[in-house]
């Protein structure tokens, strides 16, 4: 089945750039879409089709994709984006969603 | 605005059901697939199923296949979650989203999840 693979943490201070890796075979070649989650419980849409945003997510959200990696970039990083990430993607040999491990991004 | 509601959850004891509802509003429910997701206390998310906006087709992970079934009600704005044999890795909160499409599929808006555990 495939896999993604995203690094367990990121830490960065407020005001600088985060950017939040996701590893897959060949993932360049799917769509990915990231999920941010904060204690609430419900995640967030905040990336779909590797760089578009839902309305209502800021600017400061933008997301590549290329050959084995898809990134999530949050610029001006805030307080308020302190939270874990998922990246996903459908698997349509086998159709099924698949996600990441999760990133727990931390605002120093 | 779009809203989604789940309900159901509970203890309920290793290898029985419960039926999971998912009760939504603010968009043309039989225009839009539908998913269920679950996530472990302190854990990652997990797909657990999708269904077409018609019924027509379904998709499930090969943790809780044949053992789940996703079905909807389109006249009733519901979408639904049955789960037999349960066991106690199927303890987690369980929820429900609304699929989109681009390039693959993924969930554009969710709920706030309803808690299954499964305990003897």
């Known amino acids: ?108 | 605005q779009v809203q989604l509601v789940e309900s159901g959850g509970g203890v309920v004891q290793p290898g029985r059901s419960l039926r999971l509802s998912c009760a939504v509003s603010g968009f043309t429910f039989g225009s839009y697939g539908m998913h269920w997701f679950r996530q472990t206390p302190g854990k990652g998310l997990e797909w657990v199923a999708v269904m077409w906006y018609d019924g027509s087709d379904e998709y499930y992970a090969d943790s809780v296949r044949g053992r789940f079934t996703i079905s909807r009600d389109n006249s009733k704005n519901r979408v639904y979650l049955q789960m037999n044999s349960l066991r106690a890795d199927d303890t987690a909160l369980y929820f429900c989203a609304r699929a989109a499409y681009a390039g693959g599929w993924y969930g554009d808006y969710w709920g706030q999840g309803t808690l299954v555990s499964v305990s003897s």
């Open chain 1, 1 to 108: 089945s495939y896999v993604l693979t995203q690094p367990p943490s990121v830490s960065v201070a407020p005001g600088q750039t985060a950017r939040i890796t996701c590893g897959g075979n060949n993932i360049g070649s799917k769509s990915v879409h990231w999920y941010q989650q904060k204690p609430g419980p419900a995640p967030v849409l905040v990336v779909y089709d590797d760089s578009d945003r839902p309305s209502g997510i800021p600017e400061r959200f933008s997301g590549s994709n290329s050959e084995n990696t898809a990134t999530l970039t949050i610029s001006r990083v805030e307080a308020g984006d302190e939270a874990d990430y998922y990246c996903q993607v459908w698997d349509s040999r086998s159709d099924v969603v698949v996600f990441g491990g999760g990133t727990k991004l931390t605002v120093l």
